[in-house]
């Protein structure tokens, strides 16, 4: 599908460059935000500003503002007034007419490259998504890597084949100022990022994705603040659906052959499940008494006549097809870490598919599940 058409960018210097304004939350300290912001200053001119936005700064923070001091516009709280307030706060002091969000976790590669690359991008779009990468290290990090590898890809697909797309990863964007102002900034909602997407996405705003800048992004360092990340995850995209269900169904309705692939992606052993109950669902009992039975007769063996035939046969079917989609999604995700530049490792994959992606996706749907069904929920998470 064509994309629309963008209107040249205004605020333009007399060297011809749009004005970019970079926007960094922190809340209390990271241990990134001193060698992100070195990168950035280091090839900052006139036409970038840079704003860091602290809640609740730490003495190691604090020390990182001394230096940077004239550098970068720095503006403290000394309450937690939340990511939504402090952004939405500081895009109100800026200048640029590119607005680049970017998480204080993060490293990027080339600064100079990053910012020609941001006024590119953003000439062919509303909304451009950078390529994210985790920074590997441990076995946890290892596996989320894989995640953000689906995620990309999806990211991938939503711009090359519509142009346009219901989400944003929040970690590294950019946006041009008017679209922003226009879809009402960030809203007061756990997943702002989505949010942001979606109402930039119903006023017709087009997306880009581009893979030309890495940014990576640390990992949670354990397995409990992986928890508590996708707890958070998992409610806010619960929140976000009930919100926009029924535009996102239309959406699902109207690029079916961009929104599947992308979900297939993003959640790889979902697929087994549901083409298990697909043949369930066509050969019935018939189909699944008969695998068991060849078995049995090729093998010279009977089964155990405690447990039932047609239980044997779903168990048979359901692995059969597990194994089959792993060696199906190995290839797919070794063409896309090819295409996309993201490591690739077969015993990692196999580990990832079976099973930390069906602990991941239990956890998310069952926050999902829990922001429709409840309100009841506590959540380490200031809007």
């Known amino acids: ?216 992004t640390e990992a949670p360092s354990d397995w409990r603040s992986w928890l508590i990340q996708r707890k958070r995850w998992g409610i806010g995209t619960g929140l976000w659906i009930r919100e926009y269900w029924r535009k996102l169904v239309a959406y699902i309705a109207k690029y079916p052959h961009v929104a599947l692939p992308c979900a297939v992606m993003i959640f790889p052993t979902i697929v087994p499940l549901l083409f298990g109950y697909v043949c369930s669902t066509l050969f019935k009992v018939q189909f699944q008494m008969m695998v068991p039975a060849v078995l049995a007769e090729q093998l010279n063996v009977s089964p155990p006549l405690m447990i039932p035939t047609p239980l044997l046969s779903i168990v048979f079917i359901g692995l059969t097809n597990f194994f089959l989609g792993f060696l199906a999604f190995s290839i797919i995700f070794y063409f896309v870490s090819r295409k996309l530049g993201f490591h690739f490792n077969i015993a990692e994959f196999l580990v990832y598919y079976f099973v930390y992606q069906p602990i991941a996706s239990l956890v998310l749907f069952i926050g999902i599940l829990k922001a429709f069904v409840s309100k009841d929920y506590e959540l380490d998470w200031k809007v």
């Open 1 to 216: 599908m064509a994309k629309r058409a963008c209107e040249p960018i205004g605020d333009l210097g007399v060297s011809g460059k749009s004005k970019i304004s970079v926007f960094i939350p922190v809340y209390r300290s990271s241990g990134l935000l001193e060698p992100l912001l070195e990168k950035l200053t280091s090839s900052r001119s006139d036409y970038e500003e840079i704003f860091v936005v602290i809640d609740e700064p730490s003495e190691e923070t604090l020390k990182i503002v001394k230096r940077f001091s004239g550098k970068a516009h720095f503006l403290l709280s000394s309450q937690r007034r939340g990511k939504v307030e402090a952004l939405n706060s500081a895009v109100k002091l800026s200048s640029g007419s590119i607005l680049v969000f970017l998480d204080a976790d993060v490293e990027i590669d080339d600064c100079a490259n990053f910012w020609q690359t941001v006024r590119t991008a953003i000439r062919e779009a509303d909304i451009v998504d950078f390529k994210k990468t985790i920074i590997q290290g441990s076995f946890l990090s290892r596996m989320v890597n894989y995640e953000y590898m689906g995620s990309n890809f999806a990211c991938y697909l939503f711009s090359k084949l519509a142009g346009k797309c219901f989400g944003i990863g929040g970690t590294a964007f950019a946006i041009r100022r008017e679209t922003f102002e226009e879809a009402g900034g960030f809203s007061k909602v756990i997943s702002e990022d989505l949010d942001l997407a979606v109402k930039a996405f119903l006023k017709n705003k087009s997306y880009k994705y581009e893979n030309k800048v890495e940014v990576c």
